[in-house]
Protein backbone atom coordinates (compact mmCIF):
# COMPACT_ATOMS: atom_id res chain seq x y z
CA UNK A 1 0.00 0.00 0.00
CA UNK A 2 2.85 2.19 0.58
CA UNK A 3 3.93 1.81 -2.96
CA UNK A 4 0.59 2.25 -4.25
CA UNK A 5 -0.11 5.49 -2.45
CA UNK A 6 3.59 6.63 -3.83
CA UNK A 7 2.99 5.66 -6.83
CA UNK A 8 -0.49 7.58 -7.26
CA UNK A 9 -0.01 10.69 -5.10
CA UNK A 10 4.20 10.88 -5.66
CA UNK A 11 5.48 12.43 -2.60
CA UNK A 12 8.53 15.39 -2.46
CA UNK A 13 10.89 13.58 -5.03
CA UNK A 14 8.49 12.20 -7.51
CA UNK A 15 5.51 12.67 -9.47
CA UNK A 16 2.63 10.43 -9.65
CA UNK A 17 2.92 7.94 -12.28
CA UNK A 18 -0.19 6.83 -14.52
CA UNK A 19 -0.85 3.22 -13.80
CA UNK A 20 -4.46 3.44 -14.62
CA UNK A 21 -5.74 3.98 -18.69
CA UNK A 22 -9.10 5.39 -19.32
CA UNK A 23 -10.16 6.13 -22.94
CA UNK A 24 -11.93 8.65 -24.38
CA UNK A 25 -14.56 8.26 -26.85
CA UNK A 26 -17.62 8.71 -28.41
CA UNK A 27 -20.94 7.26 -27.07
CA UNK A 28 -23.90 7.80 -29.02
CA UNK A 29 -23.84 11.93 -29.31
CA UNK A 30 -21.88 12.36 -26.00
CA UNK A 31 -18.03 12.37 -25.25
CA UNK A 32 -17.43 10.07 -22.49
CA UNK A 33 -14.61 8.11 -20.59
CA UNK A 34 -14.46 4.54 -21.18
CA UNK A 35 -14.35 3.28 -18.25
CA UNK A 36 -16.00 6.19 -16.92
CA UNK A 37 -14.15 7.37 -13.45
CA UNK A 38 -16.58 6.04 -11.28
CA UNK A 39 -15.84 2.66 -12.27
CA UNK A 40 -12.15 3.62 -11.98
CA UNK A 41 -12.76 4.70 -8.42
CA UNK A 42 -14.70 1.53 -7.87
CA UNK A 43 -12.05 -0.86 -9.04
CA UNK A 44 -9.15 0.41 -6.76
CA UNK A 45 -11.63 0.18 -3.89
CA UNK A 46 -12.25 -3.08 -4.22
CA UNK A 47 -8.61 -3.87 -4.73
CA UNK A 48 -7.21 -2.35 -1.47
CA UNK A 49 -9.77 -4.49 0.03
CA UNK A 50 -8.64 -7.62 -1.66
CA UNK A 51 -5.39 -6.75 -0.95
CA UNK A 52 -6.10 -6.83 2.79
CA UNK A 53 -7.99 -10.10 2.81
CA UNK A 54 -5.53 -11.95 0.76
CA UNK A 55 -2.80 -10.65 3.20
CA UNK A 56 -4.35 -11.88 5.69
CA UNK A 57 -4.65 -15.76 4.47
CA UNK A 58 -0.90 -15.96 4.51
CA UNK A 59 0.50 -18.00 7.41
CA UNK A 60 3.71 -17.72 9.55
CA UNK A 61 6.63 -19.06 8.23
CA UNK A 62 7.13 -21.02 11.16
CA UNK A 63 3.17 -22.59 11.75
CA UNK A 64 4.35 -23.95 8.12
CA UNK A 65 7.74 -25.02 9.53
CA UNK A 66 6.52 -26.79 12.12
CA UNK A 67 3.20 -28.64 9.86
CA UNK A 68 5.83 -29.80 7.57
CA UNK A 69 8.12 -30.84 10.37
CA UNK A 70 5.22 -32.78 11.76
CA UNK A 71 3.88 -34.27 8.44
CA UNK A 72 7.55 -35.61 8.15
CA UNK A 73 8.12 -36.96 11.48
CA UNK A 74 4.73 -38.56 11.22
CA UNK A 75 6.14 -40.73 7.81
CA UNK A 76 9.57 -41.34 9.62
CA UNK A 77 7.66 -43.11 12.84
CA UNK A 78 5.29 -45.08 10.50
CA UNK A 79 8.82 -46.00 8.34
CA UNK A 80 10.62 -46.91 11.50
CA UNK A 81 7.57 -48.99 13.18
CA UNK A 82 7.15 -50.91 9.84
CA UNK A 83 10.96 -51.61 10.19
CA UNK A 84 10.67 -53.14 13.84
CA UNK A 85 7.92 -55.55 12.53
CA UNK A 86 10.49 -56.79 10.43
CA UNK A 87 13.29 -57.07 11.99
CA UNK A 88 12.19 -58.46 15.11
CA UNK A 89 15.12 -61.00 16.53
CA UNK A 90 15.56 -62.18 19.48
CA UNK A 91 17.00 -60.45 22.48
CA UNK A 92 17.30 -57.41 20.49
CA UNK A 93 17.13 -54.22 22.27
CA UNK A 94 14.29 -52.13 20.74
CA UNK A 95 15.28 -48.58 20.01
CA UNK A 96 12.91 -46.13 21.95
CA UNK A 97 12.51 -42.69 19.74
CA UNK A 98 10.49 -39.86 21.24
CA UNK A 99 8.60 -38.70 17.84
CA UNK A 100 6.34 -36.73 19.96
CA UNK A 101 9.80 -35.10 21.44
CA UNK A 102 11.34 -34.24 17.58
CA UNK A 103 8.25 -32.69 16.54
CA UNK A 104 8.73 -28.86 18.27
CA UNK A 105 10.73 -26.87 16.85
CA UNK A 106 14.04 -25.07 18.63
CA UNK A 107 12.68 -23.72 21.74
CA UNK A 108 13.24 -20.02 20.59
CA UNK A 109 10.97 -20.27 17.89
CA UNK A 110 8.52 -22.49 20.02
CA UNK A 111 8.45 -19.56 22.78
CA UNK A 112 7.63 -16.99 20.07
CA UNK A 113 3.98 -15.66 20.93
CA UNK A 114 2.64 -15.36 17.22
CA UNK A 115 0.34 -13.06 15.89
CA UNK A 116 -1.57 -14.05 12.99
CA UNK A 117 -1.33 -11.52 9.74
CA UNK A 118 -4.60 -10.63 10.26
CA UNK A 119 -4.72 -9.51 13.74
CA UNK A 120 -1.18 -7.80 12.91
CA UNK A 121 -3.36 -6.20 9.76
CA UNK A 122 -6.34 -4.90 12.02
CA UNK A 123 -4.11 -3.38 14.57
CA UNK A 124 -2.07 -1.73 12.27
CA UNK A 125 -3.20 1.93 12.38
CA UNK A 126 -1.23 3.12 9.18
CA UNK A 127 -3.79 0.64 7.36
CA UNK A 128 -6.94 3.10 7.40
CA UNK A 129 -4.82 5.90 6.75
CA UNK A 130 -2.92 4.75 3.71
CA UNK A 131 -6.11 3.44 1.92
CA UNK A 132 -7.50 6.97 2.84
CA UNK A 133 -5.40 8.40 0.97
CA UNK A 134 -5.02 6.60 -2.10
CA UNK A 135 -8.96 7.21 -2.56
CA UNK A 136 -8.89 10.90 -2.08
CA UNK A 137 -5.60 10.70 -4.69
CA UNK A 138 -7.58 8.84 -7.34
CA UNK A 139 -10.71 10.67 -6.73
CA UNK A 140 -8.93 14.39 -6.74
CA UNK A 141 -7.30 13.34 -9.77
CA UNK A 142 -11.05 12.11 -11.26
CA UNK A 143 -12.32 15.23 -10.75
CA UNK A 144 -10.17 17.32 -12.94
CA UNK A 145 -10.09 14.67 -15.59
CA UNK A 146 -13.76 16.19 -17.65
CA UNK A 147 -11.62 19.30 -18.73
CA UNK A 148 -10.08 16.85 -21.15
CA UNK A 149 -13.30 16.22 -22.58
CA UNK A 150 -13.59 19.51 -23.73
CA UNK A 151 -11.47 20.05 -26.85
CA UNK A 152 -13.43 17.11 -27.91
CA UNK A 153 -16.59 18.04 -27.48
CA UNK A 154 -15.74 21.14 -29.44
CA UNK A 155 -14.51 18.82 -32.43
CA UNK A 156 -17.68 16.96 -32.39
CA UNK A 157 -20.38 19.85 -31.55
CA UNK A 158 -21.29 20.76 -35.01
CA UNK A 159 -21.96 17.47 -36.01
CA UNK A 160 -24.33 16.65 -33.53
CA UNK A 161 -26.01 20.01 -33.54
CA UNK A 162 -26.75 20.07 -37.44
CA UNK A 163 -27.78 17.13 -39.47
CA UNK A 164 -25.77 16.70 -43.04
CA UNK A 165 -29.51 17.18 -44.88
CA UNK A 166 -30.57 20.15 -43.32
CA UNK A 167 -27.35 21.78 -43.43
CA UNK A 168 -27.71 21.10 -47.14
CA UNK A 169 -31.03 22.23 -47.58
CA UNK A 170 -30.14 25.69 -46.04
CA UNK A 171 -27.34 25.56 -48.37
CA UNK A 172 -29.79 25.47 -51.47
CA UNK A 173 -32.03 27.98 -49.52
CA UNK A 174 -29.63 30.47 -49.32
CA UNK A 175 -28.20 29.31 -52.69
CA UNK A 176 -24.68 29.03 -51.91
CA UNK A 177 -22.05 29.88 -54.75
CA UNK A 178 -20.21 26.19 -55.12
CA UNK A 179 -17.09 28.58 -53.43
CA UNK A 180 -18.63 28.06 -50.39
CA UNK A 181 -19.30 24.30 -50.35
CA UNK A 182 -15.19 24.19 -51.24
CA UNK A 183 -14.63 26.13 -48.20
CA UNK A 184 -16.85 23.81 -46.13
CA UNK A 185 -14.94 21.24 -47.70
CA UNK A 186 -11.42 22.87 -46.83
CA UNK A 187 -12.81 23.42 -43.49
CA UNK A 188 -13.38 19.74 -42.66
CA UNK A 189 -9.74 18.83 -44.14
CA UNK A 190 -8.29 21.30 -42.12
CA UNK A 191 -10.09 20.10 -38.80
CA UNK A 192 -8.97 16.25 -39.64
CA UNK A 193 -5.55 17.76 -39.99
CA UNK A 194 -5.75 19.13 -36.53
CA UNK A 195 -6.90 16.05 -35.10
CA UNK A 196 -4.76 14.19 -36.28
CA UNK A 197 -2.18 16.31 -34.69
CA UNK A 198 -3.81 16.52 -31.25
CA UNK A 199 -1.96 13.90 -28.71
CA UNK A 200 -2.85 10.52 -28.65
CA UNK A 201 -2.07 10.08 -24.64
CA UNK A 202 -2.26 12.36 -22.24
CA UNK A 203 -0.62 12.03 -18.42
CA UNK A 204 -3.31 13.31 -15.27
CA UNK A 205 -1.66 12.95 -12.45
CA UNK A 206 -2.43 8.44 -12.18
CA UNK A 207 -4.39 8.23 -15.00
CA UNK A 208 -3.24 8.07 -18.60
CA UNK A 209 -5.99 9.24 -21.19
CA UNK A 210 -5.86 7.73 -24.44
CA UNK A 211 -7.42 9.89 -27.22
CA UNK A 212 -6.66 7.55 -30.18
CA UNK A 213 -10.10 6.03 -30.09
CA UNK A 214 -12.12 9.47 -30.30
CA UNK A 215 -9.87 10.79 -33.00
CA UNK A 216 -10.68 7.96 -35.46
CA UNK A 217 -14.17 8.23 -34.22
CA UNK A 218 -14.05 11.96 -35.51
CA UNK A 219 -12.10 11.64 -38.31
CA UNK A 220 -14.52 9.07 -39.91
CA UNK A 221 -17.31 11.45 -38.78
CA UNK A 222 -15.44 13.84 -41.25
CA UNK A 223 -14.95 11.86 -43.98
CA UNK A 224 -18.26 10.40 -43.75
CA UNK A 225 -19.63 14.37 -44.04
Not at 69 to 97: F, H, T, Y
Request: hydrophobic share 35%; glycine share 4%; with cysteine.
Amino acid sequence: MVDLNKTINGDKKTNPTPIFKLSIVLDGVKVVFSPDTSELQKKINETLTGMTENVSKFQRMEVLMKEDRVKKIDELEKLDRERAEQDQRPGMKKNEIDYEARKHLPEEIESRTLTSFDVAIASDGDLPGLSKKILDGVQKTCSILPESLDPWKKHTSFFYTTSKEKFAEQMIDRKEPLSTLKSEIEAYATMQDKVLKDKSTENKACVQLDNSIIKNQIIDLVISW
